[in-house]
């Protein structure tokens, strides 16, 4: 091998490398100034009648007032005159396309948009309401433009989160009663004390 050669592909071996560094520096630098959709990975849950914010938000902070913001239920079948649970464009809501059972009944924090939060908050939820929602910025410059977050409401939810824990009650088979009622002698306590009875009776024999 002559020493032109060497210096030839030992120079591509580099700039192949360069390029490749290069290029993933460049991907990484542009994931990292991207702006991303963000929801929640854990369900909502609540009981009927409450009101509940479905959390949404993008990071970095990047104000969406100006941007269209589509709240909607990604599993029920599309209906073209009622296809958002809330729909928010050119700086206001917009009603005409919002289903029925969400009338006056979810509203976005407008105040927050300028930094980026577009939680809705859904009144008054019913079992009805269950379900996932997408949040969806269809002009956002991003590769993740959407977000889902799953709500629950749950009849039982209320009477569970306020009934205090109730009190451990012994296993039976970790105790034995009494006849005077009012204590517990262990197992282990009966054998000990039925040993000692063994004991004293063989010494003084």
């Known amino acids: 091998m002559s020493l032109s050669n060497f ?73 073209p005159s009622d296809e958002y649970v809330h729909l928010y464009r050119h700086g206001k809501e917009v009603p005409d396309m919002k289903m029925a059972s969400y009338f006056r009944r979810t509203e976005l924090f407008m105040d927050d948009m300028t930094h980026g939060n577009i939680s809705l908050k859904i009144l008054n939820v019913s079992e009805e309401d269950n379900g996932r929602y997408r949040c969806f910025i269809p002009k956002l410059r991003s590769r993740v433009k959407a977000a889902v977050v799953e709500l629950v409401v749950d009849p039982n939810f209320a009477k569970t989160s306020t009934t205090e824990m109730p009190l451990q009650t012994p296993d039976p088979q970790d105790t034995t009663p009494t006849n005077g009622g009012g204590g517990l002698i262990t197992p282990a306590a009966a054998l000990g004390f039925f040993i000692l009875l063994i004991l004293g009776g063989a010494g003084g024999c």
Not at 53 to 64: A, G, N, R
């Open 7 to 79: 210096y030839f592909k030992d120079f591509s071996f580099f700039s192949l490398w360069t390029f490749l560094l290069c290029s993933a520096l460049s991907v990484w630098t542009s994931a990292q100034g991207e702006v991303l959709v963000i929801g929640s990975n854990l369900p909502i849950i609540a009981a009927p009648g409450d009101d509940v914010i479905l959390p949404c938000h993008l990071e970095p902070m990047f104000d969406v007032q100006d941007l269209t913001v589509e709240w909607s239920k990604p599993d029920l079948k599309p209906d």
